[in-house]
């Protein structure tokens, strides 16, 4: 008798916890997926370096640290793609995408050869041939259309940051995929 006892209450237990389970399973699989704003960079960059995106997003009106995204770069021979996700609710309205750090490297030439915004399924893409068209470098970067590589130096006063910034043109097409334009 204490057999059949015992024996219900394994079987119930064993029950009741595979429910739970499955619940939960259940539970996780239902969680929606969160979708960000993300900006992807395909590029070769031959020595290790960083480069940060910055956005705006309404709530700044200048590109500032609490709107950046840092992505350490290895140095390769081969291309490699850096990912920057901005926060969960955060859209951008403008970017800059700075090339290191302000302190000068060295850094050899950088072909960058495709920049990927992505939102929601809608998505744009910026290859090197339409670069300069969407993205300008500043004072700090020489472009060789030639080669399609960019070059960094200092200027005259000996000050370094190497960074590009966005056209209107790229803006207006990041309305169109956060949905600010139709």
Same mark, same amino acid.
């Given at each position: 008798?204490?057999?059949?006892?015992?024996?219900?209450?394994?079987?119930?237990?064993?029950?009741?916890? $595979?429910? &739970? !389970?499955?619940?939960? @399973?259940?539970?996780? $699989?239902?969680?929606?997926?969160? #979708?960000?704003?993300?900006?992807?960079?395909? =590029?070769?960059?031959?020595?290790?370096?960083?480069?940060?995106?910055?956005?705006?997003?309404?709530?700044?009106?200048?590109?500032?640290?609490?709107?950046?995204?840092?992505?350490?770069?290895?140095?390769?021979?081969? =291309?490699?793609?850096?990912?920057? $996700? +901005?926060?969960?609710?955060? =859209?951008?309205?403008? =970017?800059?995408?700075?090339?290191?750090? !302000?302190?000068?490297?060295?850094?050899?030439?950088?072909?960058?050869?495709?920049?990927?915004? $992505? /939102?929601?399924?809608?998505?744009? #893409?910026?290859?090197?041939?339409?670069?300069?068209?969407?993205?300008?470098? !500043?004072?700090?970067?020489? /472009?060789?259309? #030639?080669? @399609?590589? /960019?070059?960094? &130096? &200092? !200027?005259? @006063?000996?000050? /370094?940051?190497?960074?590009?910034?966005?056209?209107? +043109?790229?803006?207006?097409?990041?309305?169109?995929?956060?949905?600010?334009?139709?």
């Amino acid at each position: 008798m204490k057999t059949n006892v015992i024996l219900t209450s394994v079987f119930l237990s064993l029950a009741l916890f $595979s429910c &739970k !389970n499955d619940d939960k @399973k259940t539970d996780e $699989s239902e969680k929606p997926k969160v #979708e960000t704003f993300d900006v992807s960079v395909d =590029l070769i960059i031959k020595q290790q370096d960083e480069l940060i995106l910055f956005y705006r997003d309404g709530s700044n009106q200048w590109f500032d640290e609490a709107h950046a995204i840092w992505y350490g770069v290895k140095a390769k021979n081969e =291309l490699q793609t850096a990912k920057f $996700s +901005l926060p969960e609710e955060s =859209l951008a309205t403008d =970017l800059r995408l700075d090339i290191g750090r !302000n302190e000068f490297k060295n850094q050899e030439p950088v072909e960058i050869k495709k920049i990927t915004i $992505s /939102y929601k399924g809608k998505s744009f #893409e910026v290859n090197e041939d339409t670069m300069e068209n969407y993205f300008k470098p !500043n004072e700090f970067m020489v /472009y060789n259309p #030639e080669t @399609k590589l /960019y070059s960094f &130096k &200092k !200027n005259a @006063k000996e000050e /370094y940051d190497p960074y590009f910034v966005a056209t209107p +043109l790229l803006n207006q097409e990041l309305a169109k995929i956060t949905g600010g334009i139709k």
